[in-house]
């Protein structure tokens, strides 16, 4: 382990679970106004992750009013508060592009039973 | 109180401040620095302290240097360096420590150091000139253009911006925030980057 390593290991986070292009998530963000905090959650599919070690980020697509919303997010940023994981997706590919090009049924993801 | 240090840079990430926000930051490791001579105005003129840093082999130091260190029964270090400031309110010895508790989290802090070499560079590098167009027949695409005028002065005007050779050259940077310290690893984390490569010896000064 070298040195930067050892320095990041401090605000690498460890409460994140595992996943996965094509998973279903949802994630908490904590927003702070004026004086205080409130909590937003984020729902949609992830369709990237990349980078690793505390680069690590994800971007999360949902359809919000029929309007495609993307938010990417570094993975062991303090600003998420928490990250569910809702469904496993069936997908073939890490980089899930191809769904920003789909509307309808064919812009959804299979997920697993 | 002396305020500077001598360190080495170890490389770059980013750690999250308390707002969330994720902050550059160059990671610098400063051992102590040994005491090896105290200058002080009346003798020498000027106010300074000799320091002592950096792991060394005892074959790799010369004689004379030898000398320097066995006279105040000190170990040997690799570099040896000077810090001048300018009001004593501490009595400094040989064989003192100075170490990176004389900075805290928040600290600005100015960083001197070798930049890297980029050997004879063009003017849009060295000088950040635009480059001309490069297509529909352009002879001009990185070329500095006109350096002046015509036979009246006949002459290039002094300090005219021209390609050369760039950086390998002492710079120092505006001062930067100290986001954190590590005291058991002699660790700064300083808030963007640092001149030169990683190993680079730098000069840390708090302002």
Known sequence: ?113 | MVNSIYGKKVGSTQVFNNAGNAIFITAIEAEPCIIVQVKDAANDGYNALKVGFGPVKEKKVTNPIKGIFEKGKLPLKKYLKEIRFDNFDKDYKCGDQIDIQIFKVGDKVKITGNSKGKGFAGVIERHNFHRGPVSHGSHNIRQPGSVGMCSSPSRIAKGKKMPGRLGGKKVTIPPTEIIDIIQDQNLILVKGSVPGPSGNLLFIKKV
């Open chain 1, 1 to 113: 382990m070298n040195t930067i390593d050892k320095i990041e290991s401090k605000y690498l986070r460890t409460d994140i679970p595992e996943f996965k292009s094509g998973d279903k998530v949802k994630v908490n963000i904590r927003i702070s106004e004026e004086n205080k905090d409130r909590i937003q959650s984020f729902e949609g599919i992830v369709i990237k992750t990349h980078g690793y070690g505390i680069n690590k980020a994800f971007t999360v697509r949902k359809i919000s009013f029929n309007v495609g919303v993307e938010r990417t997010f570094l993975m062991h940023s303090p600003v998420i508060q928490s990250i569910t994981k809702l469904n496993t997706g069936i997908v073939r590919r890490s980089k899930l592009y191809y769904l920003r090009k789909k509307v309808g049924k064919k812009a959804k993801v299979e997920f697993k039973k």
